[in-house]
């Protein structure tokens, strides 16, 4: 499909686009005039990952055009929890604790977006406003009546639950409801005619446009990006280590810069095109080169990726740590690698040398950690790794309370010695 609209010609040929339910309508909407559109957040932890990204850079994208962005921080719904995409019930959480995390997200968000209350500025809305206060019976009552659980059963984040004979709570499948509701109070108080969310959110972003025709009678419309995984198959954002924070008090900037430049070849110019601001033409450029070149593409991908996330400053903080480690191949900067740290009781009967490759991230599974040390790829102190089986005792410290494990010439980090 030809697109008209600015917004949605550029989210097209970045692959941001999955689904709609009506894109030729919301093309000619978004052609004419600027409107308003809405992502929502639950705040399950102080910081968000890079699984939350595609959001983020939606917004952006939004702001980019001159659309107005609304950031709704599901502090309600978080109280409830979103089966979208989850096998067990989440792990409820005080209100208090849900408000210090909002908190901590904001932060997150000035990197990207211009924040304020004037057309074209995001703006943090928070769905306790009026989910608290709703009268259940009331509530059942006015827009019950408008949900068939027939459908709802077949949405994949019910359908996946109930076929894997995996519990769903009660209080779980009141969250499409509560969402859909958010949408149609947005569409009320904001004029917001458009909801936006990963492609394990369709039904819930689907019951939202069909709430607002149902009881208002008003046109609005749902756009869902691919869920991203890299090319292994893994899921994106998720490494041996955990989650790649968005916070640089949750993961330093340099092992984010170090992230995105570890990046597979074959997800380069996917990801350039995602998670950067870089021209289509320029994209393009570093999608051309070839064999060792590619290195250039991924430490663009890297530079782009950090400076939206930690700004300038941290930026070249990481890249001179990166600088000093890949290019004379010398630790410079400890705090900047990623470390592991372990006592004397643990490594007394040994610890296995794949066991450290993965937990230091630079291995997805014991196996890559495996075939790594046969490639000759794993060094100790510059040494190279020859058996699979090796363990790492304290006799390998020789005195030091330190020891460098590197993967290949460019991945670093330190195994330390604590009480």
Known sequence: MRFKSDFLAEAHWRGLIHQGTDLEGLDALMAGKKITAYIGFDATAKSLHVGNLIPIMWLRLLQKHGHTPLIVMGDGTTLIGDPSGKD??????????????????????????????????????????????????????????????????????????????????????????????????????????????????????????????????????????????????????????????????????????????????????????????????????????????????????????????????????????????????????ASALPQMAVTQAELAPGMAVVDILTTLGFAESKGDARRMIRGGGARLNDQVITNEAGVISMADFKGADTLKISAGKKRHGLLTLRD
Not at 240 to 255: E, I, T
Not at 291 to 305: C, H, M, Q, T
Request: net charge negative.
């Open 88 to 333: 067990d019930v989440r792990q409820l959480l005080s209100l208090e604790t849900i408000q210090e995390n909002i908190a901590s997200i904001q932060e997150i968000f000035e990197h990207y977006l211009s924040l304020g209350s004037n057309p074209g500025q995001a703006r943090i809305i928070r769905n306790s406003q009026w989910l608290l206060d709703l009268k259940y019976v009331d509530f059942l009552r006015d827009y019950g009546r408008h949900f068939s659980v027939n459908r709802m059963l077949t949405f994949d984040s019910v359908k996946l639950r109930l076929d894997r004979e995996q519990n769903l709570s009660f209080l779980e499948f009141n969250y499409m409801i509560f969402q859909a509701y958010d949408f149609l109070v947005l569409n009320r108080q904001n004029d917001c005619v458009l909801q936006l969310g990963g492609s394990d959110q369709w039904g819930n972003i689907v019951n939202g446009v069909d709430l607002i025709r149902r009881c208002d009678g008003k046109d609005s419309y749902g756009l869902t990006n691919p869920l991203i995984a890299t090319a292994s198959g893994a899921k994106m954002g998720k490494t041996a280590q955990g989650a790649v924070w968005l916070r640089g008090d949750h993961l330093s900037p340099y092992d984010y810069w170090q992230f995105w430049r570890n990046t597979d070849d074959k997800d380069v110019g996917r990801f350039l095109r995602l998670f950067t601001d870089l021209s289509q033409e320029e994209i393009q450029r570093l999608e051309a080169l070839q064999g060792a070149e590619i290195n250039e593409a991924k430490k663009v991908l890297a530079d782009e990726a950090t400076r939206l996330c930690h700004g300038a400053e941290a930026l070249a903080e990481a890249r001179s740590t990166a600088e000093k480690i890949f290019e004379s191949n010398q630790i410079q900067d």
